[in-house]
DNA sequence: TGTTAGCACTCCGGCTGCGGGAGTGCTACG
DNA sequence: CGTAGCACTCCCGCAGCCGGAGTGCTAACA
């Protein structure tokens, strides 16, 4: 990373001016067009000169010698950086999430569906969301439940999380000795996935008999719960708004972009990682992280929270020539929802 | 729709010949690449004249005076009816199939998943499912949770299907009369949901107590799990396939495209709706669908089954301009692979 | 020293005109 | 009925040209 100076206040305004016209019209701004806006108060000229030095500290480029200048992703980066904490929304937005957050639901999986919805709508890019990891969760239910020639291993978490995994009925397990382990599996109640996977890994390695690979069958199922292998659970919602017309991406980004969306691996490891050095809204912008760096794309993400221990992720992805303000300021107010809302679901 | 009398086999021929060449190369084909390829043996000219009745049936159409033919949907549509009946697929594709249903997995709703990514990969285009309803299918348990202030409705199916949703407790509801109520639940056991449903409601009416709203509640649940409306339900994969530069679709069109994809409710009844007719494979051609014709899109679909009953409906969704041989070879492949591992689950 | 007016210069994008080529439709002939 | 031949149509790519937007530089000014 390039040490850079403080920009001067000049400078950072015209920088300012430029990202926002850029945003809203898609085109290489000029001169002239920040010269006649209010707030800068300075002729054609002095902006030119300003552009030149901005381009040179590498804030800006062109994309051919006679036309305007565009934001490089260091632009943005000191655009959103310099941003006044509290973006506001609009009236619409601001109603539509609390009219969102007035129903009662109480399924927090079913809430993070809907914001991820909601997001998409209110931003016009794609909603996404990590869900909280079950892992410090309490288990209320683990039972093995006869299904003929197949049983079903069904954990419910404290919190409402439901995990299945279907397995082979090994002959030799007769009705005793499936009701014996289930009691045994019984006594796990009330001890975090965490516990139970591992205390279960214990009794399987004292168990000589033929219900260790049972035990052993178990224990995967809570391991992949907790890593939410089990059918990725990351949610993502409003791809759509991603192939509008209006965000110029090209096909084959378009194509990478969507391909990622669907492996859910890969998208909630991009998104713990942005999301892991701040505590509060990350933004990162196109090549700052290789995945997005891929499809000129950002990502606006928040954490929602009880009390000091982060649940999971919320955000948008949207291309770098995104509407930074309004996208910070619906992550924002979505993720305080979010985090009012689980908190009072876990009183 | 118009009588359109039997083409005369020549003619049948070209149009066959045009459609192949056509969806091979995307580009307008002419007089001359038809009869260069063997098997006509006849002169460009002859083909000209054949290709103007073509166009004069409604089969063909040109972009301009002077260029190719390409397709109607019309043309496709014959085209696809005088298909063989087996059409082939290549051994890659054949291995693919039977390596994926090799693996041993017991979770239908796992194993579509799966089956839809494989035809996604397999044709190019994106694989859709409905699940099997499980309007039908016995519960195995029928389970109140107690979750704190909430409290969550659990109800497994016979073949795995598990279904949730959390409640507000109510303070009336002590420990003794949630038990209770449990054990009037465990009572429906065996039923299937539907039965399930009716009895519940039946016991809502008679039962003048508070328990009331709480018997509505559970039914509810067993509605929404028949009917998918939580959580949709329909599988979708391979969607980035879509995106692809290949695919000659104008963005507002691929827009219109993904957020139907999204809806999955929508995509549930085109889905039914297209299968419905016909007992075996089923092509949708373009605009022979209201929904597809949105967005120039074909449909090819399969149910798989167990004897008679139909389970679900698995296919693809790709442009007009489809390779529909490979495809239907690759559904047709896919669905009664499904039909075979579902008979066998079942039994 | 910073700001500004002026100006030459660059380069894109749209318009025009011009073949070349692909493909058609028609006609006349076997 | 099929085919060879041919005139005709229309797209598409290319070259050249112009206008305009926008720049960078210079010189003058506060």
Redesign the pocket.
């Known amino acids: 990373m390039v040490e850079r100076a403080e920009l001067g206040s000049?400078k950072s305004a015209v920088l300012h001016a430029i990202v926002e016209e850029y945003v809203r019209s898609g085109?290489?701004?000029?001169?002239?067009?920040i010269a006649e806006r209010a707030g800068i108060?300075?002729?054609?000229?002095?902006?030119?000169?300003e552009?030149?030095a901005l381009?040179e500290l590498g804030y800006l480029t062109?994309?051919?010698?006679?036309?305007?200048?565009i934001p490089t992703d260091i632009g943005y980066r000191h655009y959103v950086d310099s941003l006044p904490a509290g973006g506001r929304l609009r009236d619409a937005q601001r109603r539509a999430i609390a009219s969102y957050f007035a129903e009662a639901i109480l399924d927090l999986e079913e809430v993070l569906k809907g914001s991820v919805q909601l997001l998409s709508r209110l931003t016009q890019y794609a909603g996404l969301a990590v869900p909280p990891s079950v892992a410090d969760e309490p288990i209320v239910r683990l039972e093995l439940i006869d299904m003929g020639p197949t049983m079903m291993v069904l954990a419910v978490g404290q919190h409402g999380r439901v995990d299945k995994r279907i397995l082979d009925r090994p002959e030799s397990l007769d009705d005793r000795a499936l009701r014996e382990t289930e009691r045994r599996l019984a006594e796990l109640r009330g001890m975090t996935y965490t516990e139970a996977q591992a205390k279960l890994l214990k009794l399987a390695a004292e168990d000589a008999r033929e219900h260790r690979d049972l035990l052993l069958d178990v224990a995967e199922t809570l391991r992949t719960a907790q890593h939410g292998e089990s059918g990725g659970h990351v949610v993502v919602g409003g791809v759509s708004n991603l192939a509008d017309e209006a965000q110029a991406w090209r096909r084959e980004t378009l194509r990478r972009l969507f391909e990622t969306l669907e492996r859910e691996q890969e998208i909630m490891h991009v998104l713990q990682d942005v999301s892991a050095g701040s505590a509060g809204l990350a933004v990162t912008i196109g090549t700052e992280h290789p995945s997005t760096g891929e499809w000129d794309a950002s990502l606006v993400t928040a954490p929602f929270r009880v009390g000091d221990t982060t649940l999971g992720t919320i955000g948008v992805v949207g291309p770098t020539r995104m509407d930074y303000l309004s996208a910070m300021a619906s992550v924002r107010a979505v993720a305080r929802r979010l985090s009012e809302l689980a908190t009072e679901l876990d009183g």
């Open positions: 000049r085109e290489p701004v000029g001169s002239e067009t108060g300075v002729s054609s000229a002095t902006i030119r000169n552009m030149a381009e062109h994309p051919h010698t006679s036309a305007g200048r």
